[in-house]
């Protein structure tokens, strides 16, 4: 990473007695992707919207690009694309002129033609904005959110409700921001989305950072792994567990499918192997399953991230 | 070096006055798109300015030369209040005063695009009323400058109420309540009937109203000519109340 694009300290909004951000510090990779990763009423919008320039927090620092997004805003403004969760378009207005409308602020915009081409609004361009689906407003949104070419963009849940083919256009797109080296800032729940486009993922639950680092970090780090194959049934486990480091765990939980629990180095693979072969066994369907960012978020929250 | 990809950073504001010119150009194209803005701004003047000029109902000698004013005042009280308080509410209903707000455009930048669209439709609305009335038979006199001057503090006066109004209530019932106030100050505002011919008790408060410096000044701009300088210090006070009231109390989302 070249520098920092955001940088967020001690972070505290409420809203009467309730924190919806009650202490948040994270940081954001120049050229990164940024995915925050929460389930919903963790506090993503609220986050982002301080960011923005469109709340201010109670307590704590903002900087996105060296800029207080509170005091700086008219300076910011023109550097940041933002894609609202919903609304911020006129109902009458068409596609095209709502795009040619916000284009027309910048000084270098992209081509409105090319990036409803591109985002698939070409044949709705001319229907009036309120008679598009779902997934055609989205998709409106996130071309708003990037027409005027900014250094940074926030794009609150991107995906939300795009049918397969549409989130994957969007994920292409972002990957495309990425590559031409613009700082990405989204938030979603879901995983997949994070694991794919993030260089970094930070978790936020309940307005708090409950983790953060690039995906592979978060669910390597402390990682309880298993390993697991497939053999004929019945084997006596007892050598097996005798020769693994202590701490290890071996059991066949169903007739011919074994589980060995643990840390999962290359040595206790080996054991394993050693321990098959010294039976005239091959292991078949060997796997090593490392935990993904869904149970990385269940063991730190207690909570599943689609609630 | 490395070739650039299409989506490179290249950030920076167009120039203000393409922005809000773009801005204004908007406005002006919904407004013209809808129809029930149509009907308040320009169907329902140019409807009254008719049927009254050629029904002899008002005890007016010259009936259009009487009305033309008082329809005028009606249409930018329709644009200036009326229809900005229903269009400014749902705006923020939409989530659009935000969303712009935040762009190069700004905060300032919406309101005076919003504003010059707004004069957009008021210069069409007098001259399609102006060639009505010259169909009618009227012949122009009076202080053109006079009547402009007028026009434009009015517009001041009932903007800065029409967002006063949009600032407290929600969308439907802003629609509503904004209906209905056009409604009450077409009849009491001196646009049709003289206010002089009102019951007394409603005469005296009709007589501070908005609608009425409007419309009584434009009679005396387009009749006699010369400033009427009665009429103009009262929109100048509205307007300062409307836009200092609005201002305090005016929500962007």
Same mark, same amino acid.
């Given at each position: 990473?070249?520098?920092?694009?955001?940088?967020?300290?001690?972070?505290?909004?409420?809203y009467?007695?309730?924190?919806?951000?009650?202490?948040?510090?994270?940081?954001?990779?120049?050229?990164?992707?940024?995915?925050?990763?929460?389930?919903?009423?963790?506090g993503?919008?609220?986050?982002?919207?301080?960011?923005?320039?469109?709340?201010?927090?109670?307590?704590?620092?903002?900087?996105?690009?060296g800029?207080?997004?509170?005091?700086?805003?008219?300076?910011?403004?023109?550097?940041i694309?933002?894609?609202?969760q919903?609304?911020?378009?006129?109902?009458?207005?068409?596609?095209?002129?709502?795009?040619?409308?916000?284009?027309?602020?910048?000084?270098n915009?992209?081509?409105?033609?090319?990036?409803?081409r591109?985002?698939?609004?070409?044949?709705?361009?001319?229907?009036p904005?309120?008679?598009?689906?779902?997934?055609?407003r989205?998709r409106?949104?996130?071309?708003?959110?990037?027409v005027g070419r900014?250094?940074?963009?926030?794009l609150?849940?991107p995906?939300?409700?795009?049918?397969?083919?549409a989130?994957?256009?969007?994920?292409?797109?972002? #990957?495309?921001?990425?590559?031409?080296?613009?700082?990405?800032?989204?938030?979603?729940?879901?995983?997949?989305?994070?694991?794919r486009?993030a260089? +970094?993922?930070?978790?936020?639950?309940?307005?708090?950072v409950?983790?953060?680092?690039?995906?592979?970090?978060?669910?390597?780090?402390?990682a309880?792994r298993?390993?697991e194959?497939?053999?004929?049934?019945?084997?006596?486990?007892?050598?097996?567990?005798?020769a693994?480091p202590?701490?290890?765990?071996?059991r066949?939980?169903?007739p011919g499918?074994?589980?060995?629990?643990?840390?999962?180095?290359? +040595?206790?693979v080996?054991?394993?192997?050693?321990?098959?072969?010294d039976?005239?066994?091959?292991p078949?369907d060997?796997?090593i399953? #490392?935990?993904?960012?869904?149970d990385v978020f269940l063991?730190?929250?207690?909570r599943?991230? +689609?609630? | 070096?490395?070739?650039?990809?299409?989506?490179?950073?290249?950030?920076?504001s167009a120039?203000?006055?393409r922005?809000?010119?773009?801005?204004?150009?908007?406005e002006?194209r919904?407004?013209?798109?809808n129809g029930?803005?149509?009907?308040?701004?320009?169907?329902?003047? /140019?409807?009254?300015?008719?049927?009254?000029?050629?029904?002899?109902?008002?005890?007016v000698?010259?009936?259009?030369?009487f009305?033309?004013?008082?329809?005028?005042?009606?249409?930018?009280? $329709?644009?200036?209040?009326?229809?900005?308080? /229903?269009?400014?509410?749902?705006d923020?209903?939409?989530g659009?005063?935000?969303?712009?707000?935040?762009?190069?455009l700004?905060?300032s930048?919406?309101?005076?695009g919003?504003?010059a669209?707004?004069?957009?439709?008021?210069? /069409?609305q007098?001259?399609?009323?102006?060639?009505?009335?010259?169909?009618?038979?009227?012949?122009?006199h009076? $202080?053109?400058?006079?009547?402009?001057?007028?026009?434009?503090?009015?517009?001041a006066?009932?903007?800065?109420?029409?967002?006063?109004?949009?600032?407290?209530?929600?969308?439907?019932?802003?629609?509503?309540?904004?209906?209905l106030v056009y409604l009450?100050l077409l009849?009491?505002?001196?646009v049709?009937? &003289?206010? $002089?011919?009102? &019951?007394?008790?409603?005469r005296g408060p009709a007589?501070l109203l908005?609608?009425t410096?409007?419309?009584?000044?434009?009679r005396?701009a387009?009749g006699?000519?010369g400033?009427?300088?009665?009429?103009l210090?009262?929109?100048?006070?509205w307007?300062?109340l409307?836009?200092?009231?609005? $201002?305090?109390?005016?929500?962007?989302?």
């Amino acid at each position: 990473m070249a520098g920092v694009a955001l940088e967020v300290t001690d972070l505290v909004k409420r809203y009467g007695p309730r924190a919806a951000l009650d202490g948040v510090s994270l940081s954001a990779g120049l050229g990164a992707v940024t995915a925050i990763l929460g389930p919903n009423g963790a506090g993503k919008t609220t986050l982002v919207e301080i960011c923005e320039g469109f709340r201010r927090q109670d307590t704590g620092q903002v900087r996105v690009l060296g800029l207080d997004p509170g005091r700086e805003g008219r300076r910011l403004r023109p550097l940041i694309g933002v894609m609202l969760q919903q609304g911020g378009i006129y109902p009458a207005a068409r596609p095209r002129e709502m795009l040619e409308l916000v284009a027309a602020y910048y000084a270098n915009p992209l081509d409105p033609a090319a990036l409803l081409r591109r985002l698939g609004l070409l044949e709705v361009a001319g229907v009036p904005c309120r008679r598009l689906s779902g997934g055609q407003r989205q998709r409106l949104s996130l071309a708003l959110a990037i027409v005027g070419r900014p250094a940074m963009v926030f794009l609150d849940e991107p995906t939300t409700g795009l049918d397969p083919q549409a989130r994957q256009a969007a994920w292409e797109l972002i #990957s495309e921001l990425r590559r031409d080296g613009v700082t990405v800032i989204l938030t979603t729940h879901y995983l997949e989305e994070a694991e794919r486009l993030a260089d +970094r993922v930070v978790i936020i639950d309940r307005g708090r950072v409950v983790a953060q680092g690039a995906p592979a970090e978060l669910t390597e780090a402390g990682a309880r792994r298993r390993l697991e194959f497939r053999a004929r049934p019945g084997l006596d486990l007892a050598g097996l567990a005798a020769a693994l480091p202590s701490g290890h765990v071996a059991r066949e939980v169903s007739p011919g499918h074994y589980v060995v629990e643990g840390e999962i180095g290359p +040595r206790v693979v080996a054991e394993v192997a050693t321990w098959c072969a010294d039976r005239g066994v091959l292991p078949g369907d060997l796997r090593i399953e #490392s935990r993904s960012l869904e149970d990385v978020f269940l063991e730190l929250t207690g909570r599943e991230l +689609r609630s | 070096m490395e070739a650039r990809g299409v989506l490179a950073p290249a950030p920076g504001s167009a120039p203000a006055l393409r922005r809000v010119a773009a801005q204004a150009a908007m406005e002006l194209r919904l407004q013209l798109r809808n129809g029930e803005q149509l009907l308040l701004t320009l169907a329902i003047p /140019i409807l009254v300015l008719v049927v009254f000029s050629v029904a002899p109902v008002l005890g007016v000698r010259d009936r259009v030369a009487f009305l033309l004013p008082g329809v005028i005042g009606l249409a930018v009280m $329709s644009t200036a209040f009326t229809g900005q308080a /229903i269009a400014t509410g749902f705006d923020r209903r939409h989530g659009v005063l935000k969303r712009l707000g935040a762009t190069p455009l700004g905060r300032s930048g919406l309101i005076l695009g919003k504003t010059a669209a707004m004069l957009g439709v008021e210069a /069409i609305q007098v001259v399609v009323l102006g060639l009505v009335a010259l169909g009618l038979g009227w012949r122009p006199h009076g $202080s053109v400058a006079g009547a402009l001057l007028l026009i434009l503090l009015g517009t001041a006066a009932f903007s800065g109420l029409g967002l006063l109004l949009a600032g407290l209530l929600r969308a439907e019932a802003t629609l509503a309540a904004a209906n209905l106030v056009y409604l009450v100050l077409l009849v009491v505002g001196g646009v049709v009937f &003289p206010v $002089s011919d009102l &019951p007394a008790a409603v005469r005296g408060p009709a007589e501070l109203l908005p609608i009425t410096a409007l419309t009584d000044g434009l009679r005396a701009a387009l009749g006699e000519g010369g400033l009427p300088v009665r009429d103009l210090v009262e929109l100048a006070v509205w307007a300062v109340l409307g836009a200092g009231l609005a $201002s305090a109390t005016f929500r962007w989302e």
